[in-house]
């Protein structure tokens, strides 16, 4: 189920166990989140939009791979 | 600092030019005496390809998606207005000579020049670009890769497929090497000075030389040239701006690569306004009138083609670098380094101990940065 917060967050619920281990993990000052929120909104990105971000076709892999040889670099 | 005269911009990077050897260039040095020189510019990323993204951009790798080898072709193009696009709208001529179409974004270009590094006569290829654009009013930017030349060859397919031991035990043999290139390199400075003369721009051209990163000479196991980590013999470079009735100083603040797009465009007088809201670079004109009088913290990430942990995919050490103290968090093998940079200049002797407060300090400080640019590493989870 998913309750609306207002336009720019919505809620959702977590299993009690995820939620009590990232409240033991931002307990760490140095980990620099300062909410729960924050901690599932940060991991979430990087599930969601870091693989998306770093998938290379094998044409741009060859590309990729040419231009390094231009530049001597393999 | 807005001045008044519509000045042409020559943007020159000096590929991989070690800030300890300009000593060894006099022509270059020549200018320094007479021009705003920053003498301690951190790169935000120790290797061309986003170093020079960072610069036309004002933002770190991360931020303007060029955050490795890998991801050269992931510039943010439809969200970031570069330094060129910027200044074509306010109504330069831009032009570019470059080593390949990858090195710096393709916007904002109205001639786009690519040259091969292996024939080319940089001297006589952009004294004639100078000519050609005179009658402008033009932003040039120029890459002059003669150093990265000879050490394709000297070193980087020499050293390949051999045992490394080899090169780092020949330091002083490096060093020879690497000196050999800088007379071609100063009597190109000196080439491009004298016909900015001999053209009467020199007094109407914001001029600037700087180099993109330095290079290894050996000092360190695992990097053989750039790019692999971030110790100050690749990231601690420089930037001479001779800007024409502006009287020379030298600004011995820690300033960031990503300060010279917007300090460009403060200096011709644009309204900075202009800029992107997210851009990450500040102008470095409160240096010049001593308004500013503190180091910028500068955040480095990089990832490298070789080495101990070679990651082209994804940037995997950074470092966080205040005045003279430097932490570095390598995230592929988890380790991290503190270096207090006065009595330890080389980076020799690693004090990190997470139970000093000023460690800690810093280390808040680098997870910032990290959460700031998006970067996921193993550090968090």
């Known amino acids: ?74 | 600092m807005k001045l008044k005269e519509d000045y042409n911009i020559i943007l020159i990077t000096l590929d991989g030019l070690r800030k300890d050897k300009i000593e060894l260039c006099p022509t270059l040095k020549s200018l320094i005496d007479e021009s705003v020189y920053f003498s301690k510019m951190i790169t935000v990323s120790p290797y061309t390809l986003a170093s020079l993204h960072a610069i036309f951009s004002g933002m770190y790798p991360s931020k303007n998606g060029v955050n490795a080898y890998y991801n050269m072709f992931k510039f943010k193009k439809n969200e970031i207005v570069t330094l060129p696009e910027l200044l074509q709208k306010n109504g330069y001529y831009t032009c570019c000579d470059i080593i390949s179409d990858i090195i710096i974004p393709s916007k904002g270009f109205d001639e786009r020049n690519i040259f091969d590094e292996k024939t080319v006569d940089f001297t006589k290829r952009h004294t004639n670009l100078i000519n050609k654009l005179a009658k402008k009013k033009f932003f040039l930017f120029l890459h002059y890769t003669e150093p990265h030349k000879h050490l394709v060859d000297e070193v980087i397919q020499k050293y390949k497929n051999k045992n490394d031991d080899k090169y780092y035990k020949s330091i002083k043999e490096n060093n020879t090497r690497y000196e050999s290139y800088l007379p071609a390199l100063d009597r190109y400075v000196s080439a491009i000075l004298n016909t900015l003369k001999d053209l009467s721009l020199f007094n109407k051209t914001i001029i600037i030389f700087h180099a993109d990163h330095g290079t290894s000479v050996g000092e360190k196991m695992g990097e053989k040239f750039y790019g692999v980590f971030v110790y100050d013999y690749t990231i601690n470079v420089f930037s001479v701006i001779k800007i024409p009735n502006v009287p020379p100083k030298h600004i011995d603040y820690q300033c960031r690569t990503i300060d010279l797009y917007p300090t460009i465009v403060d200096l011709v007088g644009m309204d900075l306004k202009q800029l992107d809201k997210k851009m990450q670079g500040k102008t470095l004109s409160p240096f010049l009138s001593e308004k500013e009088k503190n180091d910028r913290e500068v955040f480095v990430e990089t990832g490298g083609l070789y080495g101990p942990w070679p990651s082209p995919e994804k940037h995997n050490v950074f470092c966080v670098r205040t005045k003279n103290k430097k932490l570095i968090y390598n995230d592929t093998p988890q380790t991290w380094e503190f270096y207090n940079l006065i009595n330890d200049p080389f980076e020799h002797d690693n004090k990190f101990d997470e139970n000093i407060p000023e460690i800690l300090e810093m280390k808040k400080r680098l997870v910032y940065y990290l959460k700031e640019n998006k970067i996921h590493t193993n550090l968090i989870h």
């Open chain 1, 1 to 74: 189920m998913i309750n609306y917060v207002d336009d720019q967050r919505k809620s959702i619920t977590i299993s009690a166990n995820l939620f009590d281990e990232i409240k033991n993990r931002i307990k760490n000052p140095i980990n620099g989140f300062s909410s729960i929120e924050e901690y599932v909104d940060y991991v979430l990105e990087e599930v969601l939009f870091e693989k998306e971000d770093s998938s290379v076709s094998d044409e741009e892999k060859q590309k990729i791979q040419d231009e390094l040889k231009k530049l001597g670099y393999i």
